[in-house]
């Protein structure tokens, strides 16, 4: 009977995913400053001085939460080309962002309140990273316009739109919620609401949601 081993870098990928999980939903429930790292270890239910360990600092890790929530949302787009079907990879998108609004809406509350106060932590990332990445997928979608695959629209606030219109419901599930008279959100809702909006954003680019 062999006993089964671990590598220490899936050991340590599987704590760092243990602490960023804690360190959500503390953060969510109080914010950065109103969070400890005792809180989160205590979530986590590992000893403080482990969080230290891979984290440092609250800030770090704070910033590594971020950086992994984003890193989630836009990897979908991560290898598009000139030469994919726009329909094919917009329809995508939108249907994975309405998706981790369902399932992870408290890493879209968190990015949401770090956003509204400025974006102390993020500013550089924001400025430099997400500027260049941002920019790298609008000069796609550029040479998909440039090839008439879809109808001239602005890249970069199409980009925009697909980030705030999936992301409102995690941030104000409570609005929504309340006003459609539920208690949470079904898998019919999140289907519903992924073709309202595929067929609104891609229509308006000149183009045909694609089958999902």
């Not at 999980?21 to 914010?31: I, L, M």
């Not at 979530?43 to 440092?56: G, I, M, T």
């Not at 399932?103 to 106060?117: R, V, Y």
Request: with cysteine; charged share 25%.
């Amino acid at each position: 009977m062999t006993t089964q081993k671990y590598k220490p870098g899936k050991i340590r990928e599987r704590n760092e995913e243990n602490i960023l999980a804690a360190a959500e939903r503390e953060f969510v429930r109080n914010g950065f400053k109103g969070t400890s790292m005792q809180a989160i270890a205590d979530r986590a239910e590992v000893p403080k001085a482990n969080v230290h360990y891979y984290f440092k600092s609250k800030a770090n890790l704070y910033k590594a939460l971020l950086s992994h929530i984003m890193q989630s949302w836009n990897e979908v787009l991560e290898d598009i080309s000139p030469a994919d079907d726009p329909a094919e990879v917009l329809s995508r998108f939108i249907a994975v962002k309405v998706q981790q609004s369902y399932l992870n809406p408290n890493g879209s509350k968190i990015f949401a309140m770090e956003i509204i106060q400025g974006a102390p932590h993020l500013k550089e990332h924001l400025s430099q990273e997400m500027r260049h990445w941002v920019k790298d997928k609008s000069a796609v979608i550029q040479s998909w316009i440039d090839q008439g695959k879809l109808r001239p629209v602005d890249p970069m606030h199409l980009i925009f739109m697909i980030w705030s219109t999936t992301q409102h419901y995690a941030d104000f599930e409570t609005q929504v919620l309340e006003v459609s008279n539920k208690r949470q959100y079904e898998l019919e809702d999140i289907e519903r609401i992924t073709h309202f909006l595929q067929d609104m954003i891609l229509t308006g680019c000149g183009l045909k949601p694609s089958p999902q």
